[in-house]
């Protein structure tokens, strides 16, 4: 089992930027994929972002696309979410889950695609 840390979230104001870091311990901790998911009040969690330990393969949802970066550290098995360009429609509560088995392969994620969660960190996006 992996356990995952996350930091960063907080309020800022549209066209601001955030970035939030997820920290990952344990001994597959290095392997498969670390992947970003968002959840607003009352909708359905989302996924936003993924890395891949093994090449960096990347994948971003339409909405975020050009507008949040993901990287991922491999000696301190950390991976981030740099968001610029924010938009009231981006709060919510963002997750970073992990899959020692999983490929993050360009075609989107889904929660049951990973088996270690975050504890979750608020963004808000207002004026």
């Known amino acids: 089992q992996v356990q995952l840390a996350q930091s960063g979230g907080g309020l800022v104001q549209p066209g601001g930027s955030l970035r939030l870091s997820c920290a990952a311990s344990?001994?597959?901790?290095?392997?498969?994929?670390i992947g970003w998911f968002r959840q607003a009040s009352g909708k359905e969690r989302e996924g936003v972002s993924c890395?891949?330990?093994?090449?960096?393969?990347?994948y971003y949802a339409d909405s975020v696309k050009g507008r949040f970066t993901i990287s991922r550290d491999n000696a301190k098995n950390t991976a981030y979410l740099q968001m610029n360009g924010l938009k009231p429609e981006d709060t919510g509560a963002y997750y970073c889950?992990?899959?020692?088995?999983?490929?993050?392969?360009?075609?989107?994620?889904?929660?049951?695609?990973?088996?270690?969660w975050g504890q979750g960190t608020q963004v808000t996006v207002s004026s």
């Open positions: 889950a992990h899959d020692p088995d999983y490929y993050c392969s360009g075609y989107g994620l889904e929660t049951d695609d990973f088996g270690s």
């Open positions: 344990g001994s597959t901790a290095g392997y498969g994929a």
């Open positions: 890395i891949s330990s093994s090449d960096g393969n990347t």
